[in-house]
């Protein structure tokens, strides 16, 4: 990577080195949490084998109305409308 490279072969500080190759020093500390997605794979592939010929659209329309927990409505994810 750029920032250790410049750290050990320069003797840069991580922050010097960060601002060099103006890269954010919060990316070198991120660590992606693995996500257990076993229920949304298994739901899809029992659902297209017992409609094939249904899209995205029916899909995700029966998920909802099955109630799945690893849906999230668009309106839980928009600001709440102005009311006077």
């Not at 010097?16 to 997605?37: E, F, K």
């Not at 010929?53 to 600001?79: C, E, M, V």
Request: charge should be positive.
């Amino acid at each position: 990577m750029v920032v250790q490279s410049l750290m050990a072969e320069h003797g840069m500080s991580q922050r010097r080195a960060c601002q060099a190759s103006g890269i954010a020093r919060s990316t070198l500390r991120y660590r992606p949490v693995a996500r257990d997605d076993s229920g949304v794979i298994t739901f899809i592939q029992a659902y297209m084998a017992l409609n094939p010929r249904h899209g995205f659209g029916l899909l995700y329309d029966s998920a909802r109305h099955q109630g799945k927990p690893w849906l999230i409505s668009n309106s839980s994810l928009s600001t709440p409308p102005y009311r006077a």
